[in-house]
């Protein structure tokens, strides 16, 4: 992803910044999170922002129920938040949920080896196959 959006105004953060959202006086950190334009930082330093436009989250048997319940919750109370995906590390399964121009949120679920994962806020699609590459789901079996 970092590639694809490279010269264009996207910050990229890969598990290293913090979220900061205030109307939960929650901080959480997200796997990825884009934000458009320039990041709106809070508190001293650049580690905390408050505006992506896109959060991604990589689901695993301890964090599921959180990341698709409680979290989302929280994020859905961001202004500048567009797009969240889910990504399942034990199988072919992507979550996609789009914030419509209604402020309603739309989902989109996907468990093709052969699907594509297509943003709809930033210009980028990707295969599955890519997504998925390398991981031996018989070694990341949850049951």
């Not at 408050?50 to 991604?56: A, Q, S």
């Not at 996609?96 to 297509?118: F, H, N, R």
């Amino acid at each position: 992803m970092k590639f694809a959006l490279k010269g264009q105004a996207y910050d990229i953060y890969i598990g290293d910044v913090r979220l900061w959202i205030p109307d939960y006086s929650q901080y959480t950190y997200p796997d990825t999170m884009v934000i458009q334009g320039k990041p709106i930082y809070t508190g001293k330093g650049k580690t905390t922002v408050m505006n992506p436009l896109l959060i991604v989250e990589v689901l695993s048997k301890s964090t599921r129920n959180y990341d698709q319940g409680e979290k989302f919750l929280y994020y859905r109370s961001i202004p500048h938040f567009q797009e969240y995906i889910l990504i399942d590390q034990a199988r072919y399964h992507v979550i996609q949920y789009t914030k419509t121009s209604e402020e309603k949120w739309l989902l989109t679920e996907q468990t093709s080896e052969a699907a594509i994962l297509e943003l709809n806020n930033i210009d980028f699609t990707i295969n599955f196959s890519d997504i998925y590459e390398g991981i031996n789901f018989e070694e990341n079996d949850e049951s």
